[in-house]
């Protein structure tokens, strides 16, 4: 089956036995009843197992051609899973911009527990090795990142990851895996804010994990369920109905981030446009090689790194809600340096590139002539 097909298909067999509704049905229920103790229909308390999670996990494990898929109640739930695979003493390499909460769980929560973790640029690839000891258990890679849009070669890094037996887990958040699959790539582990464009929507927080590894899958369920991060039955049905439209939802996101980027990059007010898809990007080639187009995220700095107009410029967007996250229908803005990114330190930030007049979009699929004329006015000229 071709990614379309499985987007609206994926997972999606013999879901309501009962009456043959299109849809899975919502099944609102903590518990299941036995007809002897331990004879059970395939589901026994809903923190275990919910027929309508397990159609979305399913779908999840389809569209990245994965053989399993587990739903959690938030991305960060879904990252907290996989760093519960790891023990006192073992050591993390991460990708050095990251998304704030994600760097927030692993140095405010996870440190405290002993493991310990090295975030580093991974723009070259190699850099990573001179980073890894026996202690290595677990490299975490975002591309494209947050907010800068550097892209990580996932190969790359996953023939490091074989090479010394260590995990390779993918935020995909970003790019989703109509545009880059990364367990196709080598990686072991793939995690989705499904609150970004698999869901689609702006109206559910939800995370996923896809893999192929039977062991891995196995350990990663017992923590599900041991750790209980679920997600409910409504939130999963919205999810499973935003990806049936993933793929359309994507090939707008990404034809009005081209426009967009093409008309910042013009703009004589703005010094520099952060979008993958410009052949000036620094890893451009790298982004075409494992993606099949470049998204709907674009980053921009006015010419003065002018604190006060980069707030101005938000302020005045009118069809761009300020606001954070990203990935719904609707068109998004944000200002790094006094939303996501203001607990990091001016000189912390700035290392990164996140600097005073850094402003994120999430384009939208509205009408792109209308999000133009929305920036033309908002940034003047
Ligand atoms: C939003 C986001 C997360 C965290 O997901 P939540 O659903 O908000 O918990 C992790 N990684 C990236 C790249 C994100 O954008």
Request: charged fraction near 20%; include cysteine; aromatic fraction near 8%.
């Amino acid at each position: 089956m071709k990614f379309n097909t499985k987007a609206i298909h994926g997972g999606q067999h013999d879901v309501d036995p009962a009456y043959g509704s299109v849809m899975p049905p919502i099944y609102q229920t903590s518990t299941y009843s036995q007809s002897t103790p331990g004879g059970h229909k395939g589901f026994e308390y809903s923190r275990s197992g919910n027929p309508t999670r397990a159609a979305l996990e399913r779908a999840f494990a389809s569209i990245e051609n994965a053989k399993y898929g587990l739903a959690f109640g938030s991305g960060l739930a879904a990252i907290d899973a996989v760093i519960k695979l790891l023990k006192p003493g073992d050591e993390v390499i991460s990708t050095n911009d990251l998304y704030g909460g994600t760097y927030r769980l692993f140095t405010k929560i996870f440190e405290q527990f002993g493991v310990k973790f090295h975030f580093i640029g991974m723009e070259n690839a190699e850099n990573i090795e001179q980073f890894v000891t026996a202690k290595t258990k677990l490299i975490w890679v975002e591309t494209p990142t947050n907010p800068m849009m550097n892209i990580i070669d996932i190969r790359a890094c996953a023939e490091i990851a074989k090479k010394h037996g260590i995990i390779l887990a993918v935020d995909n958040t970003f790019a989703t895996p109509y545009l880059q699959r990364p367990l196709d790539l080598g990686a072991d582990i793939v995690m989705h804010s499904a609150t970004k464009y698999l869901g689609g929507h702006s109206d559910v927080v939800m995370g996923a994990l896809m893999l192929n590894d039977e062991s891995l899958a196995d350990k990663l369920y017992f923590i599900q369920n041991a750790s209980g991060a679920v997600c409910g039955p409504q939130d999963s049905f919205l999810v499973l109905r935003g990806l049936k439209t993933l793929h359309v939802r994507m090939q707008r996101h990404c034809e009005n981030g081209k426009h967009i980027a093409a008309y910042l990059s013009k703009h004589p007010k703005i010094e520099q446009v952060y979008w993958p898809g410009l052949e000036e990007h620094p890893n451009h080639e790298v982004a075409k090689a494992q993606m099949n187009d470049f998204g709907g995220m674009i980053s921009f700095v006015t010419i003065g790194n002018n604190y006060d107009e980069a707030i101005r410029i938000v302020e005045n967007l009118k069809i761009f809600t300020l606001a954070e996250s990203l990935g719904g229908v609707e068109s998004l803005a944000g200002h790094p340096a006094s939303m996501t990114h203001a607990s990091i330190p001016k000189e912390e930030r700035e290392k990164t590139g996140v600097v005073d007049a850094l402003i994120r979009l999430s384009v939208g699929i509205e009408d792109v002539d209308d999000l133009i004329a929305d920036l033309e006015q908002a940034i003047g000229n």
